[in-house]
């Protein structure tokens, strides 16, 4: 079974165009049906007069999804060349067997867990990140916002690649990772048989990690298995409602430049601003959370000495 499993061929690299073609665009095959069921979504909504959509915030979740799309074709091909070359360098590379992809899956969720986590605790990573929280209403169009500047957070699930999984199950775990996460993004579902929200990251758990209420933020980072959460201490049960956004929400909703790129804008700002090596770097990779503090206290800082 070793001999079979272990020691496969290298991959030309000029011959990565078929394995392009050989590995499943599974995204790409499932925006019609993402579109479809929010669609129907939508309808629901107004129909039952919920609150659960808003005009501009919409648009801007389609924006950036379709950007997300577009930056994702246009990295492909080079990301596809960094892993099939790494995939080459290892003497344990792996054949290209179906059930190795569940493994594989695993343990991309176990890195996920902790790519999503110091995503939340540094500032540079919530950069990446922020664009999907920026949402004030929970639905399925959130999960299209994603940071075009996402991909920077490979460099986290380099130790799925150097276990040797072949480059197609690697890009296949990936793409359903991503898909898993389309439904747990609406309020339409609420809680599940118990054994499946203890085990799966399920729209009662995810829409916690969504809340800006202290006791849920930085909770239920898992993207498909939420006993990661379990596990390191960061589960949280829904409790209250959540409400949703950031703790400084943005006034331009609409605009997928905005919603991509403010915290890059107010890292540079803050920087620029800040006196000494440490205090900008603070601006840079401190906690979000800290940060935000720390910019409020100052502000307010300044309002009474101008007062004075």
């Not at 290892?90 to 569940?102: A, E, V, Y």
């Not at 493994?103 to 540094?122: G, M, N, T």
């Not at 609406?186 to 006791?215: C, D, L």
């Amino acid at each position: 079974m070793t001999e079979s499993l272990f020691g496969a061929p290298k991959i030309p690299l000029d011959n990565l165009s078929l394995i392009e073609k050989d590995a499943p665009n599974l995204i790409l095959w499932a925006v019609p049906a993402m579109i479809l069921f929010t669609a129907i979504e939508i309808l629901i909504t107004y129909f039952q007069e919920k609150p659960y959509y808003e005009k501009q915030e919409t648009i801007g979740s389609v924006l950036v999804g379709l950007g997300s799309l577009a930056v994702g074709a246009s990295l492909k091909f080079a990301l596809l060349f960094a892993v099939v070359w790494l995939y080459n360098q290892l003497p344990w590379r792996m054949s290209l067997n179906w059930w190795t992809f569940i493994p594989c899956y695993v343990i991309f969720d176990l890195c996920s867990y902790w790519a999503h986590r110091i995503s939340h605790e540094q500032r540079f990573w919530w950069a990446t990140h922020v664009v999907h929280h920026s949402g004030e209403r929970y639905n399925l169009s959130v999960s299209f916002r994603l940071s075009w500047i996402q991909n920077l957070k490979t460099i986290f699930f380099l130790p799925v690649a150097l276990i040797g999984f072949h480059p197609i199950i690697f890009f296949t775990t990936n793409q359903v990772a991503v898909l898993f996460q389309f439904w747990v993004h609406t309020e339409y579902i609420r809680r599940m048989p118990r054994w499946v929200e203890y085990i799966f990251a399920t729209p009662s758990n995810h829409r916690v990690h969504h809340g800006s209420q202290p006791k849920y933020i930085d909770k239920n980072y898992g993207a498909t298995f939420i006993f990661w959460d379990r596990i390191f201490g960061t589960y949280q049960l829904e409790e209250e409602p959540p409400i949703y956004g950031i703790t400084t929400n943005i006034s331009n909703k609409a605009n997928p430049l905005m919603i991509n790129f403010h915290e890059v804008a107010d890292i540079v700002r803050d920087v620029k601003g800040a006196k000494g090596l440490r205090k900008k770097l603070f601006y840079i990779f401190g906690s979000p959370i800290k940060v935000d503090e720390e910019k409020k206290r100052n502000a307010a800082e300044r309002k009474i000495s101008e007062v004075a």
